[in-house]
């Protein structure tokens, strides 16, 4: 724009100095043409040569003339474009500052994302060696559920099976309700009897005893009878025996059960007789034909007593027994039931 303006003013000095000059020449020659006529034919040619200058001089103004106005034309362009361009610059130098604002805030918020980032990512590699833990343990689980579904399925086909048994089971445990009802009514009925029946044994005497004969060894053979007396004394409920005597005196008048065992170990005759108040009832004996060889015979009794009544075993004459700490010969009794 300062361009063009200085060559405007260019232009016009120029073409004031062309005209100052044209006008002095012409006042010149006419000068000279009064006062030297020699000269003339010079003074002519300088004149054309002047007017033809000042010819191409106001042709050229007329041709920067119309570039003035072309470039005026285009000055205003520019300065409309210019305009335009100010107010987009205006509103781009808003605009730059309204995104300077947002991108401090935007930076602000950047650090802190980037921050919250770096966290994100460090709770994420957890999370990942986490999620890696769950999944083996989530494998784990998947094929323990598997093994497990497999067991209940085999675990619903019994129980199947046992609802069906213990169907069967609740009607047999009916039934049993009703039989142990009536069992329950028959073992009250039992035990009341059997109340009465233990008080009734409590008034009754015990009589129990067993014994053994002796530990010196063999007994016999003597030339009279001798009565034997059991000397060890295992059990003897009611003292109904007399281990001093070897009798056994009925306490009350009942049914006895009575045993007796004999054990021989050398040659001859090996027995006993049982009495019965002094009155012989029973004869047992045995013929060993080796020393040293062990012969032996048990026998019982069932004998009806009335209380003082007594029993006691003899050896007879020319027989022998034998018993050491093995208890082989013994003796013993009890009551069955009183009468």
Same mark, same amino acid.
């Given at each position: 724009?300062?361009?063009?303006?200085?060559?405007?003013?260019?232009?016009?000095?120029?073409c004031?100095?062309?005209?100052?000059?044209?006008?002095?020449?012409?006042?010149?020659?006419?000068?000279?043409?009064?006062? +030297?006529? =020699?000269?003339?034919?010079?003074?002519?040619?300088?004149?054309? +040569?002047?007017?033809?200058?000042?010819?191409?001089?106001?042709?050229?103004?007329?041709?920067?003339?119309?570039m003035v106005?072309?470039?005026?034309?285009?000055?205003?362009?520019?300065?409309?474009?210019?305009?335009?361009l100010?107010?987009?610059?205006?509103?781009?130098?808003?605009?730059?500052?309204?995104? &300077?604002? &947002?991108?401090?805030?935007?930076?602000?918020?950047?650090?802190?994302?980037? !921050?919250?980032? !770096?966290?994100?990512?460090?709770? !994420?590699?957890?999370?990942?060696?986490?999620n890696?833990?769950?999944?083996?343990?989530?494998?784990?689980?998947?094929?323990?559920?598997?093994?497990?579904?497999?067991?209940?399925?085999?675990?619903? !086909?019994?129980?199947?099976?046992? &609802?069906?048994?213990?169907?069967?089971?609740?009607?047999?445990?009916?039934?049993?309700?009703?039989?142990?009802?009536?069992?329950?009514?028959?073992?009250?009925?039992?035990?009341?009897?059997?109340?009465?029946?233990?008080?009734?044994?409590?008034?009754?005497?015990?009589?129990?005893?067993?014994?053994?004969? +002796?530990?010196?060894?063999?007994?016999?053979? #003597?030339?009279?009878?001798?009565t034997?007396?059991?000397?060890?004394? $295992?059990?003897?409920?009611?003292?109904?025996?007399? =281990?001093?005597?070897?009798?056994?005196?009925?306490?009350?008048?009942?049914?006895? #059960?009575?045993? $007796?065992?004999?054990?021989?170990?050398?040659?001859?005759?090996?027995?006993?007789?049982?009495?019965?108040?002094?009155?012989?009832?029973?004869?047992?004996? &045995?013929?060993?034909?080796?020393?040293? $060889? =062990?012969?032996? $015979?048990?026998?019982?009794?069932?004998?009806?007593?009335?209380?003082?009544?007594?029993?006691?075993l003899?050896? =007879?004459?020319?027989?022998?027994?034998?018993?050491?700490?093995?208890?082989?010969?013994?003796?013993?009794?009890?009551?069955?039931f009183?009468?």
């Amino acid at each position: 724009m300062r361009v063009v303006v200085g060559l405007l003013l260019l232009l016009l000095g120029l073409c004031g100095s062309g005209a100052q000059g044209e006008a002095g020449g012409l006042g010149e020659v006419a000068e000279i043409n009064q006062n +030297t006529d =020699p000269k003339h034919a010079a003074e002519e040619s300088t004149e054309q +040569t002047t007017k033809q200058t000042t010819c191409d001089i106001w042709t050229e103004l007329r041709a920067l003339r119309d570039m003035v106005v072309e470039l005026n034309v285009h000055v205003e362009l520019l300065q409309r474009e210019n305009s335009d361009l100010q107010t987009r610059l205006s509103s781009s130098e808003s605009r730059i500052d309204q995104l &300077e604002t &947002e991108n401090a805030v935007q930076a602000t918020e950047l650090t802190s994302l980037g !921050t919250r980032l !770096t966290a994100t990512e460090s709770k !994420t590699s957890d999370l990942e060696k986490e999620n890696a833990d769950l999944q083996t343990r989530l494998s784990s689980s998947e094929s323990r559920i598997d093994q497990l579904e497999r067991e209940n399925a085999v675990q619903a !086909t019994e129980l199947v099976s046992l &609802e069906s048994r213990l169907t069967s089971s609740e009607s047999k445990t009916s039934d049993l309700e009703k039989e142990n009802a009536d069992l329950q009514t028959r073992l009250s009925s039992s035990e009341s009897r059997i109340d009465q029946l233990e008080r009734e044994n409590a008034e009754k005497p015990k009589v129990a005893f067993y014994t053994a004969l +002796t530990d010196a060894g063999q007994l016999g053979p #003597y030339n009279t009878d001798i009565t034997l007396k059991y000397s060890k004394v $295992f059990t003897n409920i009611g003292n109904a025996y007399n =281990p001093s005597t070897g009798f056994f005196t009925a306490p009350v008048k009942g049914v006895y #059960y009575l045993q $007796f065992t004999v054990f021989g170990c050398s040659a001859g005759h090996i027995g006993v007789r049982v009495y019965k108040n002094n009155q012989r009832i029973m004869h047992n004996w &045995e013929h060993n034909n080796n020393d040293y $060889f =062990p012969e032996y $015979f048990t026998n019982s009794l069932v004998l009806e007593l009335t209380a003082g009544d007594e029993i006691h075993l003899v050896l =007879p004459s020319g027989h022998s027994i034998y018993d050491n700490s093995d208890n082989y010969s013994t003796f013993s009794g009890s009551l069955l039931f009183t009468l």
